[in-house]
């Protein structure tokens, strides 16, 4: 069998990890080309796991008839643009998350996917997640009966900066988009209805930025489950990463990962390890599993795992979700699409 | 010191629990008179626990001079009435929840309680549970910085008859109480706004008789940290009470009691117990240690520990939330009271 | 059905609990004497518990015909006369652990059980602990299959005095005793064979007192299955009680008890509370339910639960292992009896 | 820095480990060369790591002087005559366990070591862990106090076959030297006196073969702490690696990696994963690691973390152990030295 020829557009760490997964994961695929336009990024790329060809221009990589799939790890704003040239060039397509802010542009990568039938994945790495993914399968295999109510819980370990919060188009996109995206795959069906709860509690400069730290937003889904997100942009402790689904016949709940099971018993307590603090820690495994999909996919012409439709939804999430605390109602999504 | 004689008004299930707490295990009081209107209840507990005298009259108990404190375990319409009636007979009272579903008569219990300096503790037992209660030592004793996000979780084995549902008031005050009760504890402030979210999945019935039995409110406290409550009234493992305090330092969370630390590893799966999945096993400790707490308020002339404020201010959320509910729109506490 | 009449003999610590027992969780008995010869601990049981006689004379109990059962709660030296002459007067009798330290009046004590017909139950508490018989539950109902391994932790959370060490007895007779009867109640069968180590790293003047304080025994069992203990006097985080049994079909393992469920997770760590510190605390069901099974083998004339062969066989198999560690090889059960 | 080249002597399951870790996670070095005298072992693993230069005859290896380091990977009769020879040609030399199961040749290889310069890594993996290493972490700064009682439970999931049993040289050469390691790390010294059990219940033909599948091994420390050892050849519920020390302030233990942190809750109880079933999976990342370990000491020069005193020690206990059980009394190891 052909091995894959694989571009990455945007050589920083999200780049770096793909990079990573297929060199020592994937076989089936290797990493041909990488671009980026930032200084000797791309360069650095190449050297660390020995790709032949790097260059700053990302249409050196659409250009190439060799490249068969290309990941479009830039920055957001660029998302679509790469992935519709890149599609109409032939090449299946790996699209980091959000798609786009703008619903029609999404709309737009969507239709380009559908005429071109190229294979369009985007980058919800945590439904690959060794925990996540099996509270998922227990949702979806009958185990817990009829779903009733989805709990996700998603705290970062310390908070971004208050010009990145300024800039990140807000939490709603910027972080809870994943945990939007993770309701609806624990749910099996889309969200009707957001009610939003934001406020600064971490930083008062996040929030004299026009942004929240602390929130909680409340779902209604299609099949008539409830369910709530709480996140924040600190948590002492580490990354924590929780998910509950409770349904007519029971619940399935994970538990944060730590570096070791041990537990320490002194006369101060018995004490157990933290959450992994660092996403690439605690997510790096998903972020292969992601890609071992995505190269599956093509090689084996069957559906990506996640599709536009999730790019879509997450998005329109956050917009009801961002008009919620604004107007401080709840939503109907159907005002958002 | 002398003896406190105690009078229990209402030998039911509740009234029950209470004659043991004192029988067993407060030396400092005694169950010297119980009444009951319905059939011989009264003589029942009587015997069971050795009290030495019984009638169906309430007033039996308020009229005897050497009764010195009362305890209201009657239907929840007449609550107010006695509790009132004991303390202008200079009771103390003991009363269980909810105080009354009129918020003007619950203020009708608090103005007597002034004017006669009567001691009036309700009877919110989850506050004295071995694991809420260590919550919310480390909310309130600093360990978890300021109070960011609340979640509480709580689910009932098994749903009562669509005709309990229907004549109970509504989840929300029949089952919600303890939550909002909780909640104010753990945050150590009151709420200021509700919103609620509320549908029948566990029994079509229920719906049919105009209430919910799957529910999620969350909650903006007056220090402006956020809450979330859940309520089921089936999961299918048990009696599920969880809750989870979230600061600036870190969190606090407890998980249910099962009946023993086993742990069965087979080929099927690593095996644990389930919750416990009776109210009086989770409980039973808490109703005897609130009970412990109303006989010292006494004998030592303090404070009691949980006073008509709790009283007065899980009803208003109660009300908050099933208007909430009945209008989609979250609804501010002022608006209630 | 009448109550039955207990009178108790010795009003230390142990009687102290059997009356807690009776009077407040055991409507089918109560305590009707009380003897101790030392200063008024008779008296302050029979008020604490309201018991109506009291005197420094046991045989004021013996000598009673009310009297139906007796509890032998006296230092050890005393168990075996004093079960002996109480049970030549009819009376059924609860004997505390060590029966006796010479196996020849072990064996007394049990030849009269015979001939008089009389209950004899011996205080193998642990037996009775929810969490050591779940485990036992499981291994003789066939869950985990032949039973091939089993493991025993016991562990003081702080050492005695070396006075007390050098007057009890040894660390084996005094305190491994409860987990040699354990050892043989999970295997539902006796051992053969025992290999005793054992050192003083706790205090090294138990040393001195020609005493070990920690310690680890092996033990071959009947049935084929092996076994090891390890005891030490101080454990820094409590009390320490555990065991596990491993068959041909899976494991059962138990954990410590704590006072609540309560996870913190701060940047400290992760900590859960510490196993409960005293061994009333941890224990007292497990008397509580001791001494229900008593009574009740009584009242329904059936079999007691823990007769006078676990009596003799953990006193049998403190003295292997003493002779074990003295003489330094494994020492088979046959040579002691 | 020159990238290290790497010669593989043994092309099965355990050389393809090391050859994994080696392309993938260690970027100073290289797999230049893989020999193995079976079929077309070695042109496997050459084409799935992309290794340049396979063959038959280790003596390639040891005779091209572009080779660093050997990784000797054999079977173990061979163990030392490859590394001794390896060591003569100046390779640095990486050994799998046992080194030999004759102590004369253990102290060959040591004496090469020492005569030659060159490091010498025993592959002992397990001490590079997560879990044991991080135990024995806590067992070495001072955690934990000083170390009075050390256990170890490690159980396969299945057992071998008796052939496999039989020719094995024995459960405690075999299977037991890992922990035998694993006692001794923990302990931060080596082991004086050994007592050994050991039966067959798992498979009755292992038995007949002259071996055991089910054992407990008591262990005396230099240091004066006691330890205990249990094995068995087949676990029903997975993989059994489990290690506890216990020291004057405290206790440090670790329990079983499962494949996720779910928990599931039903009517049918609370089940968690399983421990992880093979041993690629629970130990891979420790391969990696004394991989890594070994490499960092060749490039640094500095020492090796598990030297030939371990792969000496282990065999001198596992000798000890079988003497013990042959002979039924406890055995000094200087009895075997």
């Known amino acids: 069998m052909k091995t894959l020829n694989i571009g990455i557009i945007g050589a920083g760490r999200i780049g770096n990890v793909h990079a990573e997964s297929i060199t020592y994961h994937i076989p089936q695929a290797r990493v041909a080309r990488v671009s980026d336009p930032v200084g000797d990024s791309a360069r650095k790329l190449a050297e660390r796991f020995g790709v032949p060809a790097y260059s700053t221009d990302y249409m050196d990589i659409i250009n190439d008839p060799e490249i068969d799939a290309v990941l479009v790890c830039t920055p957001t704003p660029t998302h679509a643009d790469i992935s519709i040239a890149a599609m109409k060039a032939g090449k299946h397509v790996f699209c980091e998350k959000p798609v786009h802010t703008s619903l029609?542009?999404?709309?737009?990568?969507?239709?380009?996917?559908?005429?071109?039938?190229?294979?369009?994945?985007?980058?919800?790495?945590?439904?690959?997640?060794?925990?996540h993914r099996h509270v998922q399968q227990l949702a979806q295999d009958g185990t817990l009966g009829s779903i009733e109510i989805i709990k996700i819980t998603s705290r970062d370990p310390e908070p971004p900066s208050p010009e990145y919060a300024a800039?990140?188009?807000?939490?709603?996109?910027?972080?809870?988009?994943?945990?939007?995206?993770?309701?609806?795959?624990?749910?099996?069906?889309?969200?009707?209805?957001?009610?939003?709860?934001?406020?600064?509690?971490?930083?008062?400069?996040?929030?004299?930025?026009?942004?929240?730290?602390?929130?909680?937003?409340?779902?209604?889904?299609?099949?008539?489950?409830?369910?709530?997100?709480?996140?924040?942009?600190?948590?002492?402790?580490?990354?924590?990463?929780?998910?509950?689904?409770?349904?007519?016949?029971?619940?399935?709940?994970?538990?944060?990962?730590?570096?070791?099971?041990?537990?320490?018993?002194?006369?101060?307590?018995?004490?157990?390890?933290?959450?992994?603090?660092?996403?690439?820690?605690?997510?790096?495994?998903?972020?292969?599993?992601?890609?071992?999909?995505?190269?599956?996919?093509?090689?084996?012409?069957?559906?990506v795992p996640v599709g536009i439709h999730a790019g879509l939804m997450s998005v329109v999430l956050a917009k009801a979700a961002k008009k919620s605390l604004d107007e401080h109602r709840p939503v109907k999504i159907s005002e958002i699409m």
Do not use: W
């Open 104 to 131: 029609e542009r999404i709309r737009d990568v969507a239709k380009t996917a559908e005429e071109t039938g190229r294979k369009l994945q985007i980058g919800f790495n945590r439904r690959f997640d060794h925990n």
């Open 167 to 303: 800039s990140s188009g807000g939490l709603y996109i910027d972080m809870m988009i994943h945990d939007f995206d993770m309701a609806m795959f624990l749910a099996g069906c889309d969200v009707t209805e957001v009610y939003a709860m934001g406020t600064s509690l971490v930083d008062p400069r996040i929030g004299q930025a026009g942004d929240v730290d602390t929130a909680i937003v409340t779902l209604t889904f299609e099949n008539g489950a409830l369910g709530v997100i709480d996140n924040s942009r600190r948590a002492a402790y580490g990354y924590d990463q929780r998910v509950e689904v409770f349904g007519s016949l029971g619940m399935a709940a994970d538990e944060n990962d730590g570096d070791s099971t041990v537990r320490v018993s002194t006369a101060g307590g018995v004490v157990s390890d933290k959450p992994q603090f660092f996403f690439l820690e605690r997510y790096m495994q998903s972020f292969t599993d992601e890609m071992k999909c995505f190269i599956q996919a093509i090689t084996e012409d069957s559906e």
